[in-house]
């Protein structure tokens, strides 16, 4: 059975649109199957309507390129309702990666997500949907069933939430 990634992501795509907003985070970090990705992170938070967007981009990562990462939430902060984690490399034989998490009209994709509130600091732990493009066949690199599942720790340190 596939999984698909509800309208969650849409927010998160929009709030990566956003310039001039975001500040440089050395305090926020991201691990995939208990992996640090070290990268120069910077990081938008922001609260609109009934939702709270979270995002961290690092346009040069080591590992994944163009790399961007970012967390719906409810407007109290409390529930996770998408993830996405992106690189522009970082999949099979240097192709592009993605891993996502998502709820919807009280649906998900396959994982869970959590996450913490101190201060300014959200914490989102989980799992989610990865898959990678494997460059060299064209091919998704997926298991029989077109999933797989991996882990993710994100702290989104931020300086102020845009309202």
Do not use: W
Not at 94 to 113: F, N, P, R, V
């Amino acid at each position: 059975m596939r999984n698909t990634i509800p309208g969650g992501v849409a927010v998160l795509a929009a709030l990566l649109a956003v310039a001039g907003c975001s500040s440089a985070s050395s305090n926020s970090k991201v691990s995939i199957d208990g992996q640090d990705v070290s990268g120069s992170y910077s990081v938008t938070c922001a609260k609109q309507g009934n939702a709270i967007a979270l995002t961290l981009a690092d346009e040069n990562n080591g590992k994944y390129g163009k790399f961007s990462v970012g967390a719906t939430l409810n407007a109290d902060g409390k529930t996770v309702s998408a993830v996405t984690l992106a690189g522009s490399k970082g999949g099979v034989n240097g192709g592009a990666y993605a891993l996502a998490y998502g709820q919807a009209g009280g649906m998900s994709s396959a994982g869970h997500a959590d996450v913490t509130v101190s201060g300014k600091k959200y914490t989102v732990k989980g799992e989610g949907t990865s898959a990678s493009m494997d460059m060299s066949n064209m091919g998704m690199n997926m298991s029989d069933d077109g999933t797989m599942t991996q882990s993710f720790d994100i702290v989104f340190a931020c300086d102020n939430v845009i309202q």
